[in-house]
């Protein structure tokens, strides 16, 4: 009798646990994810030349695939199953099927490419090789190459606008930004601008462009209409990040330098705003669903939640000893977190601000993408 009943609670604790189980797994399911969709990260490492697969679902890694030397422009696919990436020492592009976990076309674009953007449609690419002053345009579905187009020395990156009719290009060496014609990449304008130019925001309304200085505290605003520099805007320290809200209306700037955030009007052109949020901000992402920006502080190994329409830092996050990118999946359930020096990706459920898990990927990581499928 006493065994019958041991082993019936034995059986009650077991049910148990499975239902505790299973509602631990449904609250950390992201909301958007159905059955049968797969949620996977994308986590590029510098110091191996691999790309790390990780199922967001399982909280697990599942493979590491070899990309080449110096990966970088990690970018997913807005329409296809695919994640696209770059080797800066071999001058290609490379593209993994999500599906097979496989790498199946290397395209060569020229030497030292740094970063790649998609066409709003999803049907062309476009790469700066910044090594050959050349900037490429390639085919999604063929993977040919379909045009070339001359930018100036070192182009650093190139963006298209949302309108899809141009391509702007950083050159950091001019000091200038390129305006091509995105189906033919001919030159449409070039424009000084601050000096050694790098990252670039592009407005919704494709209205204006903001750049970034690799030297200087400052960024320019460029009207891309006027084809015309408007103004550099000093920020008093030097910009980690270009983070646009989704409507336009605001460009968030972390800086290590000023120990917080800068905030701009995109209307106005002004430094409207700062917020002290620690050591060292570095990146940033922003979630539209709770109008919500996640900030980066490499030397603090933490990430801060700022509540932006009240301008409010949440408690911090500790992630790491070195966190940088950061990255909401689909719908903002999941916030990702890459980590360079302790070689993890942290895992955060954006709704509680609350650590999940820390999961190794591979050395010195940097880049991330996200994948539905």
Request: charged share 15%; with cysteine; aromatic share 6%.
């Amino acid at each position: 009798m006493k065994l019958r009943v041991n082993a019936r609670f034995i059986f009650l604790l077991i049910v148990l646990a499975g239902l505790a189980f299973r509602e631990v797994a449904l609250e950390l399911r992201p909301s958007f994810l159905r059955p049968g969709l797969h949620l996977f990260a994308y986590v590029g490492n510098t110091a191996e030349g691999t790309l790390t697969v990780v199922d967001l679902v399982k909280l697990s890694a599942v493979t590491t695939i070899p990309v080449g030397l110096g990966p970088s422009g990690l970018r997913a696919h807005p329409t296809r199953n695919e994640i696209w990436g770059l080797s800066s020492i071999g001058g290609y592009a490379w593209i993994l099927d999500t599906k097979l976990n496989r790498i199946v076309t290397r395209i060569p674009v020229g030497a030292e490419p740094y970063a790649l953007d998609f066409s709003p449609d999803g049907r062309r690419a476009y790469v700066a090789a910044s090594g050959s002053n050349t900037i490429v345009e390639i085919d999604c579905v063929t993977r040919q190459i379909v045009a070339r187009g001359n930018a100036g020395r070192r182009p650093w990156i190139a963006r298209v606008a949302p309108s899809g009719k141009i391509v702007v290009v950083s050159n950091r060496d001019d000091s200038s930004i390129s305006i091509l014609d995105a189906a033919s990449l001919t030159s449409l304008a070039v424009v000084p601008v601050v000096a050694q130019p790098e990252q670039l925001a592009i407005l919704p309304d494709s209205s204006k462009v903001f750049v970034t200085s690799g030297t200087a505290n400052e960024i320019s605003v460029v009207d891309l209409k006027r084809t015309a520099l408007l103004v550099n805007l000093s920020l008093g320290g030097a910009p980690g990040d270009l983070i646009l809200k989704s409507d336009g209306g605001e460009l968030y700037i972390p800086s290590g330098d000023a120990h917080g955030l800068l905030i701009v009007n995109t209307l106005t052109n002004e430094v409207g705003d700062f917020l002290l949020l620690g050591m060292s901000p570095t990146a940033g992402t922003f979630s539209a669903p709770d109008q919500k920006l996640y900030v980066s502080d490499s030397a603090a190994g933490r990430v801060i939640p700022i509540a932006i329409d009240v301008r409010q830092a949440g408690h911090p996050i500790p992630v790491g000893q070195n966190p940088r990118t950061c990255l909401l999946t689909p719908g903002g359930d999941i916030l990702l977190v890459v980590d360079t020096t302790s070689n993890d990706l942290a895992v955060i459920r954006a709704k509680t601000s609350s650590l999940i898990t820390l999961i190794p990927v591979g050395a010195r990581p940097r880049d991330i993408a996200i994948k539905v499928f």
